[in-house]
């Protein structure tokens, strides 16, 4: 089976998602890691992992500009139809949203989400905002389409359902994504943490 990986952000894909693809990779599947960095960039450092890299234009993380959204899905859905993926797995907001539903109306059989944390866009502390009522209707519309999806924090899945975004059925519980002790310490985070930040 063909695994597709999506991520806002290719530095989160190579440090902490190594493993992960590793694992699916070690259990016969082909692996497609997908960022917006370029691949002139990064690609080299996945195929040394056996991994393909592919770039996904558009997509920023913290960008408000509804154009560059769009774009952004275009270019997921593009790269989605040209590797034909059987898997999407998807963590990050944008990726999560867009990854999604491009992966639907790509006619991928699974697909899957990470929620890794809400943002502060979606908490708000109480106060109305536009930009949050607009991220709870495309949060309902992707998780729709979602097989399963993961979740690391137990209020951050009660928000989730108190909002009526997304049907418990679909809902698996998981601890963390774990830290590889004997890749990374302290100063190694405390580095990655500097330069990605």
């Known amino acids: 089976m ?3 990986i999506l991520s806002s952000y290719a530095p989160t894909l190579f440090y902490f998602r190594e493993d992960m693809m590793k694992a699916m990779i070690n259990n016969g599947h082909e692996v497609i890691a ?7 960039e990064w690609g ?18 913290t960008g408000t500009n509804p154009i560059k959204d769009i774009n952004g ?25 867009y990854g999604c539903i491009a992966a639907k109306l790509a006619g991928v059989k699974e697909i899957y989400a ?12 109480g106060q109305k905002s536009f930009a949050r009522d607009i991220l709870k209707i495309e949060y309902k519309y992707a998780f729709s389409v979602c097989d399963k999806v993961f979740f690391q924090n137990k209020d951050d899945c009660n928000e ?5 975004l997304l049907k418990k059925n679909k809902i698996i519980m998981i601890n963390g994504s774990g830290v590889n002790l004997d890749k990374f ?6 580095i990655i943490q500097y330069f990605y930040s």
């Not at 195929?47 to 890299?53: F, G, P």
């Not at 310490?185 to 405390?190: A, S």
Request: charged content about 30%; glycine content about 6%.
């Open 34 to 40: 997908a960022a917006p960095e370029p691949v002139e």
């Open 114 to 125: 990470l929620m890794g944390g809400l943002g502060s866009v979606f908490r708000n502390n």
């Open 185 to 190: 310490t302290e100063k190694t985070f405390l």
């Open 2 to 4: 063909k695994v597709m």
């Open 73 to 97: 899905f275009f270019s997921i859905f593009k790269q989605i139809k040209k590797e034909k993926p059987d898997k999407v797995f998807a963590y990050q907001a944008k990726t999560i949203i």
């Open 44 to 61: 080299h450092k996945f195929k040394e992992r056996n991994i393909k890299y592919v770039s996904i234009k558009g997509i920023e993380r």
């Open 160 to 164: 989730i359902i108190k909002a009526d």
